[in-house]
């Protein structure tokens, strides 16, 4: 594919680059980040990636799976039951993968290597900062979401532990408030304040461990059900279309991976966007297949009483499923750091271009900020997490963005990079690149527009 360049002239933004708008702010945890120059961006540079095209099928799987699997079941619910389920995933998938795809394209042609730089570049000022608030709010929803997870799954616990039954009241240390409370203070908050993620393989593997080991569990708890465990209504069509729609922003929050795809192109050692296509619709197939393993033995199992956390629907006292949820508590625990490392660094890199401050002037003043950003991030979250007890609430909203992520974006890219070429001779598929990127726009403000809106209405009216 032949190289172009777009908006590359940042003098034309009238910003100050000492400011850090070139700065790598928001860094894989999986991959070297380190500025490119056009000679190393080439693909036959001296400096090109470490990473094989295995290697890279692996660390988007890894980004792919997550937290965001416990709600697939309740998904498969809201949908309307699995054929319901199963359509609209793959119907989505398609659209997923091209994003994948359009950001690889536009990550070469504007020779940025992280997603909020490559949206900068290509789409300019006003959708670089509000695509990097997006990033904030996005990766602060997300530690809500993963607190809550660790406060469900450490109730189960308890209740086996103190052998007490479900929804009894215990001592006052057996308190949900108390446990988050307790377990974020010991083990989120040191490891969220350094200014480095340097524990991240560990996290990266523990994320696996625990979303194949619980994809099994489901899987077996199917075949092999519980006595105990009778399952609830099994749908078989959609309520409604707007049923099917509710269960998007579940799928779009664990799809979301493009953020952090764009790093991975990057570092791989043949940078290529027919590889890279290869890459991506390889680990989508990976991710889609334990996503509908999920989704399909957690509903058939528990049907319509299925909870938004499908863990929460078994027994406490099930050994297998206890040690799942010890799993998730080990990942969720350092992934938050992660999260949060990547929504800090851009609201630094927001702060720094707001106040026009260069980044190596300001190192003694940056850890004062790095620790009151942290506190603040981190008692916020604690704070919403102990008085939002529903993760289904929390991952429609985050879904949301996360569909700006998967959809507009990128539409805006390929939009904005389409319309770049006007000046040159159009191929046939130039129409047919700009609309498709309208329509990836255009579906991504529908998801978005629709879960504010039920956050905000339909609360309210309840």
């Excluded at 602060?140 to 660790?150: K, P, R, S």
């Excluded at 007490?164 to 240390?173: H, I, L, Q």
């Excluded at 942290?374 to 008692?379: A, C, E, G, N, S």
Aim: overall charge negative; charged content about 15%; hydrophobic content about 50%.
């Amino acid at each position: 594919m032949a190289q172009v360049s777009i908006n590359n002239d940042y003098s034309e933004w009238d910003l100050s680059t000492d400011a850090g708008e070139r700065a790598r702010l928001l860094q894989s945890p999986c991959v070297d980040t380190a500025p490119k120059s056009e000679w190393e961006a080439s693909p036959g540079g001296p400096d090109r990636g470490t990473t094989s095209t295995l290697g890279a099928i692996f660390i988007v799987v890894n980004a792919c799976l997550g937290a965001g699997l416990l709600n697939f079941p309740a998904a498969f619910s809201t949908a309307g039951g699995v054929a319901a389920g199963i359509a609209l995933q793959m119907g989505m998938l398609v659209f997923i993968i091209s994003g994948l795809v359009i950001l690889a394209y536009c990550s070469q042609a504007s020779n940025e290597r992280t997603y909020q730089e490559v949206v900068w570049a290509v789409c300019g000022k006003l959708t670089g900062v509000l695509c990097e608030v997006a990033i904030a709010v996005y990766t602060f929803g997300t530690c809500i979401a993963f607190l809550i997870i660790i406060g469900d799954q450490q109730d189960k616990i308890i209740a086996v532990m103190a052998k007490e039954p479900e929804g009894a009241s215990g001592p006052w240390y057996t308190d949900r408030k108390f446990t988050i409370s307790l377990t974020a203070f010991l083990f989120i908050l040191p490891l969220s304040i350094p200014g480095e993620i340097g524990f991240q393989k560990y996290a990266s593997f523990l994320s696996v461990v625990g979303t194949w080991y619980v994809t099994a569990i489901v899987i077996i708890k199917y075949i092999w059900p519980d006595k105990e465990m009778t399952p609830g209504n099994i749908l078989t069509r959609p309520a409604s279309w707007m049923a099917v729609f509710n269960a998007m922003p579940t799928i779009c929050f664990g799809f979301q991976c493009h953020v952090s795809s764009v790093p991975v192109f990057n570092s791989m050692q043949q940078p290529e966007v027919k590889t890279w296509g290869g890459v991506v619709t390889a680990a989508m197939v990976i991710a889609l297949a334990v996503y509908m393993g999920t989704g399909i033995c957690g509903f058939l199992t528990f049907g319509a009483a299925v909870d938004p956390d499908v863990l929460l629907s078994y027994p406490s006292e099930d050994m297998a499923v206890a040690v799942a949820r010890a799993f998730i508590i080990l990942s969720v625990l350092t992934s938050y750091p992660i999260l949060h490392f990547c929504g800090r660094a851009v609201v630094e890199g927001l702060w720094l271009r707001y106040q026009g401050v260069p980044v190596e002037e300001d190192v003694g003043r940056e850890r004062r900020r790095r620790v009151l950003q942290t506190l603040v991030w981190f008692l916020l979250t604690l704070l919403l997490a102990l008085f939002i007890p529903d993760i289904g609430k929390v991952i429609s909203v985050i879904g949301g963005l996360a569909a700006c992520f998967i959809f507009v974006f990128p539409g805006l890219c390929l939009i904005q990079a389409k319309l770049s070429e006007m000046e040159e001779v159009k191929p046939a598929s130039w129409w047919v690149l700009v609309s498709y990127g309208v329509l990836l726009v255009t579906l991504g403000a529908f998801i978005f527009g629709q879960t504010t809106a039920n956050a905000i209405f339909v609360d309210l009216l309840a």
